[in-house]
C-alpha cells in the first residue's frame, strides 16, 4: 500500500544532522593524560578528548555512530553550500520544476517517495511536461487558431523540455550524494530516446502552432537606427520624475551590454572599483582613453578568473557608453543629491554599484532590470525574443556584420578560455573596440571627434566633481590625515582602484562638458542639462566653440591619408591579380606550343635514339666535335656482318685514323677512295 508523505520515515540525513547540531557534547572536566587512557588499538589520541572525560573507545559502536552522524553533516553542509554559491538564475529556474516533481511524486504515492529514477521520469515527463500547453508569458501568443477558428494548443518547446530534466538530474545528484538514491543516472535510454522523438518533430510542431519563423534569426532584435531610438527614449521627458533615474540606468545598462557584450548578471553587480581607463595609443589625431570594467566572477566564471571588458568614445554621442555612464553619475552626485565617493577606505567605496538599485550599496534585481528593458524596447518599437541578454547577442552580430573576425568577437565576449588569452594578452580586441565605437575595425589611426578638438577651460573641467581633484592630490602626496578622517583605522593611500577610478572621472567629465553640448540641443529640457553648471559664463563660451568645431566637417590630413592609403593598397592588389593571370594565361599558351613542337620533332627523335655513339681511343687530341661527326656516318647496320669494308673520304680519313672502330665492327678495314 502506498505510503503517503506524513506517514514516510524522516529523513535519515535529517536526523543525523540534527543530532550532531543540535546534541550538545558534555564539557570535560578532568581530562586524564592520553598516556592513562587505554583503548583496543593503543592510546587514545588527544583530539578525542572533548568527547567526554574517558571518550568513546575507537572502534566501538558509539564511536562508530559518531563517526557516521558527522559524515552526514559534512555531506550535508557541503550540499547547502554548493546551492547557495551557484549562480543564482540556476536555482530559479531548477525550484519550480522540481516542485512540480515533487507534486507528482506525491499523487502518485510512490513509496521511495521523491527519488528520481529514469522510469518514474519518463512517466512525469509524458504525464506532466509533453502535453502541458504554455503558461501565461511574453512567448505564448493570444487568441492562436486555425484558418477554421480552432483554437491551437501551445506546448513546450525542446529547450523548454531539456530544462525540465536537468532540473530533475540535478535533484538525482543531490540524492545520490546524500547516499538516499542508490538508482543510476536517470538520463538512460528510454528517456533520451524521448527526448530524441521530441527533437524530431520540433519542425513539425513549430509549423502545427504557427510560431513567428523570424524569432532568434537575423531579423529578431534592433539595428543602430532602433538602438538610437531606444537611448532617445530615456532621455525624453516623462510625466513622473522618478522615472529619470531610472531611465539614464536603463540606458548605460543597454550600451553596455551591447558594446562591451555583458550579461546582465555582470553588469548588475558591477561596482565602481572594477572601471579604470588605459589609453590607447596610435589610435588617431584625437587622444583615445578605454574605459575597462574588470571582471572576476559570473555565469561562465565561477572560479575567480580575471577578465575585461573594454569600449572607447563613440562617434555618435547618443550611443557612446562613455558620455551616458558620465552623465548617469552626474545625475546621481548632482542632481539627485547621492553623496559622492569617499576613498580614504575601502570598506566606504568598494560597495557602490553602477547599476544600483534601492539604494548605491544595493544592487538591482532581475526583475527590475526586467521591466525598465522591457519599458525601453517598448517606447522605441524593438521587437526582440531577448531582453536582457539582448545586447549580447546583437552586439556580437553587429560585430560580425562590421567585418570584425570571429577570433576578436570572442576574446571580447569572453568565449576564449585559453591559457594565451587568459594569462599573456591585454583582453582588450582592439578592432572589436573600434567597430563598437563607430569606425572602421581594420584601419587603424582614424579616431577622430570633432566635438573633441576644444578641450573645456580647467575652471570649467575642476567644477564637475570637484572631489576628484582633492583625492587624486591625496593619493599623489600619501596623506595620513585628511578633513573627512573620523579616526576610523588606518587609511588606503595606496589604492589602485580607487587612483584607476579617479583617472576615469577626469576623462569622463571632459567627455560629459563636450557631449552636453549636443545633448543640449536634442534634449534642451532634461533635468541634468538645466544644472546651475550650464549657465556659467566660461561653459557658454566653450559651448560655442564646440558647436564651431562641429561645422568644420573636413578632417585632419593624417585621417586622409591613412584612409586613402587602404584605396591605394586595394588598387595596387588590383594590378597584381591582373598581372598575374596575364602571367599564368602566357605561360598556359607557352606551354601549349612547346608541347605541339615536341610532338612533331618526336619522330625523329625516335629515329636519332636507334644509332650508337663511337667509343674514341686513349689519345688526348682528338676533339669531341670529330666524335660526335662520326658516331653516325659509321653506324652499323642491323644484321650484317661485323667485319666490313668501309671507304672514306681523305679528309676523313685523317681524322680516323687513331680511332679503333674495331669495338663495334670487329676487324674492319680503311682504305681510301
Known sequence: MPLSTASRPPNLLTAATNDATSSPRPKPTSLPEPSSIPTAGGLVDPADRATGPVGPIHGSVEHRAALQVELFAQGARALAQARETRPQNTNKSYEPKQKEWREFCTDKGFEDGELVHENKVVWFMNER?????LRASRHKRENCTTADGKPIPQTLSIGSIKAYVAAIVDLWSFQKTKGINTHPNPRGEALNGLLRARSRGEH??????????AAGTLQDGYDEARMADAIRFCWRPHDSKTSTEPLLRTAVDFLLAHNMLLRSEARRIAELPDFFTLPLPNEGPTPCFAMIMIMDNGKTNQLGRLEYGAVMRHRNPLLCTMAHMAFYLFYRWNVAGEPSPTFRQRQRWYNIHLIKGVHAEKQIAYDTQLDWTNRMFAGAKVTSLKKTHAGRSRGAKHAELNGVSEGQIRRAGRWNNDALTNCYLTHLPRKFIRSMAGFSPSDQGNFYLP????????????????????WLAWFESHAADHPDDDGEGASDNWDLAGQGFLRLLCQLRIIFLQDSVIMKQEMPDHPILNDPLFARDDYAAFAKDVELSLLDVEEPEEVQIRKTLPAIAERLSILHQGLLREINEWGSHSKSRLNAIESRDAPRREMNSRFRPLKSLPRKSMKMWSIRHCSTAISPPENQSTTRTITVPPAQLRLLESFRISRYWGKSSIKSE
Do not use: C, G, N
Open 129 to 133: 511536461v509533453l502535453p502541458r500547453s
Open 451 to 470: 566635438r573633441a578638438k576644444v578641450m573645456p577651460p580647467p575652471s570649467l573641467e575642476h567644477a564637475v566633481w570637484p572631489f576628484v581633484d582633492e
Open 204 to 213: 513539425r510542431r513549430r509549423r502545427l502552432e504557427f510560431a513567428d519563423r
